[in-house]
C-alpha cells in the first residue's frame, strides 16, 4: 500500500492521449461535458511554451518539480503542490526531473483525442444511435413489432461481436448495447410481456453505469421508471422518473431536452395512476411545450393521449375529445398512420357509446 508509484496506472492509461506537439510532453485525456482533466507525463527539461487561454485551470503536482512562471512571476512547484492559473494569464513551464501532473481545465476542448486513440467508428453511439433507429425503431413506430425485435437482435449480435481495442471502444460498445436492450425491453412492455421487458431493463441499466455515457444513464433511469409504473410499483417508478428529470436537465442539446420531456410525460402517466390529476396534468403540459418546441411529434402526440384520459377521469369529456384529435394530428405529423388511425376508431367507438 505505501509502495511509490511510478507512473500511471493502467486506469488512466487506458485514456484516450491527447494530441500534444511538444517534445517530452503526453497525457491522457478525461473528458466531461463542459471540462477536460489531463494527466500529464512529463520527461526531464520538458517545456511547455508561454500561452494563454480564456478559462480557469488547476492542477496538482502528482509526482516530480517544475517552475511555474504566471504573469512574469516564477515559483518552483514540486510533489503536493497545488496551483490556480487565471483566465487570460500568461503562463509557461519548465520540469525539472521526471514528472506527473494533473490539471482540470474548465473548457472542453482544451486539448484534441491523438488520432490512433479515437474510438472506432462501430464504437460510436451516435452514429450506431441512428442505424438503431433507422432499422429497428421504424417497426416499432409502425407497431411491427416482431420486425423491431428481430432488427435489435441483429443489432445485438453485431455489437456483441465486436471487440473492443480501449476503454473509450468499451465504453462505446457497453453504450450501444444498453440503448438497444432498452429499445428491445420497450418493444416488450408495449406487447404486455412485462417480465422479459423488466429483465431485459435490468441489463440495460448495467450496461449504462458501464458505458459512463450520462446520457445512457438517465434513459436507464427513464426505462426503469417507465417499467415500475406500468406494473403498478408506482413509489419506485416516481423516484427513477425524478432521478431521470434531474439527470436529462442538467444538459441542453437535443437528447436531453427529449429525454426530459419523456420523463415528464411518464411522471404525468404515473400521477394519473397515482390519482394526482393535477399534478399529472400539468407534467403533461410541461411535456408538450418542451416537445414542441423540439419537434418530437411522436412524443407531443402520446403527451396528448395521456391527457385525454387525464380529463376524462376529471369527468371533462368534451377536453378530452379535443386531446385525443391533437393526438392523432401528431401521430400523423410524425407518419404513424396506423396508430393515429387505431385512436381514431377507438374515439369513434366511445362517440358511439
Request: charged share 30%; hydrophobic share 35%.
Amino acid at each position: 500500500m505505501n509502495k511509490k508509484r511510478t507512473g500511471y496506472p493502467e486506469v488512466i492509461m487506458r485514456l484516450p492521449e491527447a494530441d500534444i506537439q511538444i517534445k517530452g510532453v503526453k497525457a491522457y485525456i478525461l473528458q466531461g461535458e463542459q471540462h477536460q482533466l489531463a494527466f500529464f507525463e512529463m520527461e526531464p527539461s520538458a517545456l511547455v511554451p508561454e500561452h494563454q487561454h480564456d478559462y480557469d485551470q488547476w492542477g496538482m503536482i502528482i509526482e516530480g518539480k517544475m517552475e511555474l512562471t504566471i504573469d512574469n512571476e516564477t515559483k518552483t512547484c514540486k510533489t503536493g503542490d497545488e496551483y490556480v492559473i487565471p483566465a487570460q494569464a500568461k503562463h509557461r513551464a519548465k520540469f525539472l526531473i521526471k514528472s506527473r501532473v494533473m490539471d482540470f481545465f474548465s473548457e472542453k476542448d482544451r486539448y484534441k483525442i491523438k488520432p490512433t486513440s479515437r474510438m472506432s467508428e462501430r464504437f460510436d453511439f451516435k452514429k450506431f444511435e441512428e442505424r438503431i433507429d433507422k432499422e429497428g425503431l421504424v417497426w416499432e413506430e409502425k407497431e411491427q413489432f416482431e420486425k423491431a425485435i428481430e432488427a435489435y437482435d441483429k443489432l445485438l449480435a453485431e455489437i456483441e461481436a465486436a471487440s473492443p481495442t480501449n476503454q473509450s471502444e468499451k465504453n462505446g460498445k457497453n453504450a450501444i448495447e444498453a440503448y438497444l436492450l432498452m429499445r428491445k425491453a420497450g418493444v416488450f412492455l408495449q406487447t404486455g410481456k412485462t417480465e422479459i421487458g423488466e429483465q431485459l431493463m435490468h441489463q440495460a441499466s448495467k450496461h449504462a453505469k458501464q458505458s459512463s455515457n450520462s446520457l445512457i444513464i438517465a434513459r436507464a433511469e427513464l426505462g426503469l421508471g417507465v417499467f415500475y409504473g406500468s406494473t403498478n410499483r408506482l413509489e419506485k417508478g416516481e423516484k427513477r422518473l425524478k432521478a431521470a428529470l434531474r439527470s436529462f436537465s442538467k444538459g441542453t442539446d437535443y437528447d436531453s431536452k427529449q429525454g426530459y420531456g419523456w420523463a415528464l410525460l411518464n411522471l404525468g402517466g404515473l400521477r394519473r395512476k397515482q390519482g394526482k390529476l393535477h399534478q399529472a396534468e400539468q407534467n403533461l403540459l410541461e411535456a408538450i411545450n418542451t416537445l414542441e418546441i423540439i419537434k418530437n411529434w411522436v412524443g407531443v402526440a402520446s403527451a396528448y393521449e395521456l391527457k385525454a384520459k387525464v380529463n376524462e377521469a376529471k369527468g371533462n369529456v368534451e377536453l378530452a375529445r379535443e386531446d385525443l384529435m391533437k393526438a392523432i394530428s401528431f401521430y400523423e405529423k410524425q407518419g404513424m398512420n396506423e396508430k393515429a388511425d387505431s385512436l381514431r376508431k377507438n374515439t369513434k367507438m366511445r362517440d358511439a357509446l
